[in-house]
Structure formats: C-alpha cells, structure tokens
Nanobody, 122 residues
C-alpha cells in the first residue's frame, strides 16, 4: 500500500485547506484510513478517520465542527477539509491506512504517507 498526501500549505487563521491522500496497492474493504498530525516537540495525534467499508467517520474533539474527513470511492482517495484554521493546527499532517479496530489508535495503522506541512499564521 502506498499513500500520497498533498494539499498542505501556509494559510492565515480562519482560512481553509483541503488535504488529499491517494491510496494505491490493494483494496480497502476492510481498512480504516485516517489523518494524524504532529507538531514540533509533540506526539503524533489523531485527527480524523473513516472506515472504508461502511463510511463511518470519527473526528477528534479538538477539530470537530471545523474539519471533515471524506472519501472518493472511485479513486480510493481520502480528503480532510479543514475550515476555520487556528495557529494551533500547525503541524505535519500524515495520512495512514490499516486493518484497524480502533480508528483513533495510531499503533494499529500499518501504512503511512510522507506527511504534508500545514502552517497557520495568526
């Protein structure tokens, strides 16, 4: 499985960005795909995830109402729409995939993309 993340950049507080994660290499019927982020000096944290077979989503409390994860079935691509961005959202954002039971647990993800930088200026 290969994951290619894109869409990061520099944006002012209150702005929006949309991240994409294109997956290839195998089918995703039993997979979960998620977004995690890591700020300098901090641990990688869960942002949002989607279970591919059912479309069930889960969002971290810190971004709920501002970020939305979605998928494009035909392209096996996952998106993260980020609105009302805050400086504290600044981090490297990683997409991940795996046969996960608990979508929020990064240890259960087998495959990781290269990360895309999101910087929010105040």
């Amino acid at each position: 499985v290969q994951l290619q993340a894109s869409g990061g950049g520099l944006v002012q507080a209150g702005g929006s960005l949309k991240l994409s994660c294109a997956a290839s290499g195998r089918t995703f019927g039993a997979y979960g795909m998620g977004w995690f982020r890591q700020a300098p000096g901090k641990e990688r944290e869960f942002v949002a995830a989607i279970r591919w077979s059912s479309g069930t989503t889960h969002h971290a409390d810190s971004i709920k109402g501002r970020f939305t994860i979605s998928r494009d079935d035909g392209k096996t691509t996952v998106y993260l729409q980020m609105n009302s961005l805050k400086p504290e959202d600044t981090a490297v954002y990683y997409c991940a995939a795996g046969s996960v039971r608990l979508l929020t647990d990064k240890r259960q993800y087998d495959y990781w993309g290269q990360g895309t930088q999101v910087t929010v200026s105040s």
